[in-house]
């Protein structure tokens, strides 16, 4: 019997988790790094194999421009929506993006759902690999102020991979999920998940009846654009102005030089969630190393304007639930980002109640979707998730107002009908286009679809149409229309604004099969060999500096002699052999590792590799 | 239906055994999920009697009740057409409850259903003992926009217009307070005879109509003072 498993689809990092059928525990499965989380990064190797997670975080500074990150940004979006996003993120979108978004990684272009099916597949590798059994089902999480484009392109990675996605889960939903199984609470709780790039908040109600457990969401908020990948960006571009007054070095947001610096900054952040100081160093181009201290209260000044942005959300949130800041019992924190001293601080200045940070907050949100997996899949009657959409269904009407047919968080599945009729005689068609938002032009609330309803010829005013609006338990729009004179029922091809269709999607599910997945061994190789490129570029890069005088003649031969000698391996496919020479040249090089610390910091460290330096 | 008896459906056939069946979502003979009615009347949902006051507790419990029973959670193994009954029967229920613990909407349903819901034929236009503030507020709008257009003082501006808006959110609980008792009376005239259903639905309708232009009223005024 085929597997089903939740998959927590992050910005930064994926998880796929599975609930134990003796003990009812869910449980995160770790990948071949012994690892729970897959860094959501995708490579595409130049022989056309796809390398994800760990391995292709690593080249991101080897292969910028066959690599890409935080994928989740673009899901669902259109070219235009994006501008914004590309000053800050290395995407290379390609030309020919229209509706759907083309990012280019090599020589080939991917949609984002392309891309985040390879994640997915991946995390279906780990749990097949763990369980010695196939995996056929999957529950995904969604941010829960995803919009119904967003959420169909997730649900669209999942039919890629030829996954069957028996529902989409908001994530709050599923961390309360987690969280109401190991705490057993109950009352009104509050949800807070700021992770690599969205942030949502969740109001929830716990109720215990006579069926079981009822997880009631009263109203969800957030950004669909807010995370953790925000302070990164702020504290790079604080960087970059330092770096750019001392010593004229441009960076642009593609390249090697920029990602070695988040890469650099991420640590220090993640330092100062649990230390009060800590030093960037990180290596110029010129061969010097820019040195900056911070401080956790420097850092909290810089991310102030981001942590903020958190509040107004919650306040809505809080309204529409009709609730006050004090009405709510229990506040979980949810995201790699909570763990941030002053979100942590906001959150419990404004609610006045200590937060819960017993489970981890990386893995809270795929272990309630392993809980709501293992419902689904065996029918336990034991809990029931009610959940809501987090936004406005509307129809445009004339003078190009929106009339609002679903409020925002209505208990889904939700529906609206709509009745029309035609304006002049014999006319054929209905234009209709449905939005969704809460503001009161077309123009400024995102465009689901625009469709043309056909009518049968008759005299105007006469036909009569009812078109059906509905929200399914995925948070997903499906119109159906019924003809009220003949009962005739219209099924409606709805072309979404921004989306794949479904030839398309048959189309990729052939194709991926074309990019292959690497066995364990081929994996070894193009591990190997990402690391032998890392070392190879930083000796290259060190050799070129001035403190490269200081090597003797015969230490210069011998390093040259090991470049020559790995640069051979990586040709071949002997991993072990690779390995063998990187080492070799990590001992060729430290000496010149040591005359590059001496003249970054006085302090000697021995022993130290040259790719660390 | 004209008593204060439950609201019920219609009886209707099972699509799986066929059998004429009286019960409001499952078939009592075989125990599938029903079909929905041809017209979904929110209060035969919930077993209820058309009336007004409505125990929101009781309401609440129902609507749970109903859900563990009717969500697509409980048919992801099903057929595809129980698959797709239980998501429009669901979604049913989050309708009808959404529609029933909101007293406005509730009335507006009801009148809809009872087919004497109708819209003011002029829905710009001011109840007439209103008329005279309502001019007044617009006049004053209009200098706002026009300060905030040329850069001028807002604050006394602003500050009329806040108790305007008070004002009006005043008139807001009245009319409220009006629906409520008219509710009340429509529940009482429940068993009683036509003319005085009639003429309560009549009140009802008109209150609603002056509740949304009062409504529109205060959302235009706050709009401008955000």
Known sequence: MARIVGIDLGTTNSLVAYTDAQTGQPKCIPGPYGSTLCPSIVSLDPDGCVIVGEPARRRLLTQPERTIYSVKRLMGRGPADIQDELKLFPFRIDPSSKNVIRVRLGEKVFTPPEISAFILRELKNWAEAYFGETVDRVVITVPAYFNDAQRQATKDAGRIVGLEVLRLVNEPTAAALAYGLHEKQRGRVAVYDLGGGTFDISVLKLISTSDGDIYQVLSTNGDTHLGGD???NLLQSFIHELVLQHDEIDFSPHGELAQELRKALITVKHQLSESETATLRFSLPNGTVFVHEFTRGALEALIHPVVDRTVGPVKQALADARLKPADIEEVVLVGGATRTPLVRRTVQEFFGRKPHTELNPDEVVALGAAVQANILDRGVKRVL?????PLSLGIETYGGAVAKIIPRN?????????????GVDNQTGIDIHVLQGERELAKDCRSLARFNLRVPPAPAGLPRIEVKFLIDANGILQVAAKDLRTGDQHSIEVQPSYGINDSEIERMLEESIEYAEQDFAERQVIEARTEAESILTATAKALASPQAAGLSAEERAGIDASVAALKESVAGKDYKLIRKRIDELNRATEHLAELLMNSAVSTALEGRKLAEV | MSTASTSTNPPLVCWNCHERTVGTHFCPSCGK??????AVDYFALFEMPRKLWIEMSGLEQRFLQLSWKLHP?????ASEQERELSLKRSSELNDAYRTLRDPVARVEYLLGIEGTRKEGEHKQQAPPELLEEVFELNESLDELREAKASGGDLAALKSRLESAEKHFQEKLGEVDAQLQSAAKE?????EGDA??????????NDLLNRRSYI????????KELL
């Open chain 1, 230 to 232: 925000d302070i990164d």
């Open chain 1, 385 to 389: 998730l009610l959940d809501v959409t």
């Open chain 1, 410 to 422: 209505s208990t889904i599945p939700a529906s609206a009908q709509e009745l029309y009729t035609t």
């Open chain 2, 33 to 38: 999920l029903l079909q929905s009615p041809q």
């Open chain 2, 73 to 77: 959670d409980n048919f992801v193994n």
């Open chain 2, 186 to 190: 429509w529940d009482a005239a429940l």
């Open chain 2, 195 to 204: 003319a005085t259903r009639k003429k309560t639905m009549a009140r009802l």
């Open chain 2, 215 to 222: 409504r529109n009223l205060v959302t235009n005024v706050q």
